[in-house]
């Protein structure tokens, strides 16, 4: 579904991203993991437009998307879930779901997924009414998710969406995004919380300093000495 050859992501003299490649296959779960300043958030960033590349290839469904802008690579049908989550503070649940659905025009079809995702998730419905910015983190991250499905994805980006969640609520976002995926949406996760990422993908990725060392299937990667040494051992994710 998505393919990334040789991409390269600077500011300024700062080279973030040096050269990766990889697959998101339709139908998968794919985990990008990394620590801080590894070039994750770059990355995502890129694949979503708001970046433009250096160098390198970005083919989503058999279109180079590289340069364009993000407004028509969700139409395209691929949503950014953004690190932060960006949820508009001063809307109720409701009209954060409405934007998601912005470029969308069957009226019909967004009363749906808006009714879907109030069934997806419960606490959306119950809150409907509320200020997007008084919703709790885990709450908000909800929102962000299902603000993002409303433009139908086929893939979705997810930017660290444990950041700064409790473990119960990190445990109840990374369900919610197998059962996604369960629905016919491929995604594509980066996170710092690397056991939880792998426990979930298909197939996994480690950034370090902009590069890709280290691929493999989810089990692989948990298992690999590595990884365990570098992101597991004993640290506050593992
Ligand atoms: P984190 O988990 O901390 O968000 P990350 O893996 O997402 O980290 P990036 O945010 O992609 O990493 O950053 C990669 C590199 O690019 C870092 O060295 C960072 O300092 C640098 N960088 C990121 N944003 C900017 C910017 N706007 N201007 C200059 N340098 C930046």
């Given amino acids: 579904m998505l393919t990334i050859q040789n991409l390269s ?18 139908g998968k779960i794919v985990s990008l993991i990394g620590a801080n300043g590894a070039g994750k958030t770059t990355t995502m960033r890129t694949i979503a437009g708001q970046l433009s590349p250096q160098s390198g290839t970005i083919t989503f469904q058999g ?18 879930v953004p690190e932060g989550r960006a949820i508009l503070g001063k809307m109720t649940v409701q009209e954060n779901l409405e934007m998601g659905a912005f470029q969308r025009k069957d009226p019909a079809g967004i009363k ?45 980006l997810l ?35 690397v056991k939880q990422a792998l426990k979930i993908a298909d ?6 300093a902009g590069k890709i060392v280290l691929e493999g299937t989810g089990e692989s990667l948990l298992n690999d000495e590595r990884v365990k040494e570098a992101y597991l051992g004993g640290r506050k994710h593992a």
């Fill in 63 to 80: 279109q180079r998307i590289e340069g364009w802008k993000p407004h028509k690579i969700v139409k395209a049908g691929l949503a950014l």
């Fill in 9 to 26: 992501t600077s500011y300024g003299q700062i080279k973030a991203i040096k050269g990766i490649s990889l697959e998101v296959p339709a």
């Fill in 203 to 208: 197939y996994g990725y480690v950034l370090e």
């Fill in 112 to 156: 749906e997924d808006m009714e879907k995702m109030m069934t997806w998730f419960p606490i959306l419905k119950e809150r409907r009414n509320q200020l997007g910015g008084t919703m709790s983190g885990g709450q908000q991250q909800m929102l962000a998710i299902a603000r993002a499905l409303m433009s139908r994805p086929k893939l979705l």
């Fill in 159 to 193: 930017d660290e969406p444990s950041m700064g969640l409790a473990p119960l609520v990190v445990s109840d976002i990374f369900k919610v995004i197998t059962q996604i995926n369960r629905e016919g949406t491929t995604v594509l996760i980066v996170e710092q919380n």
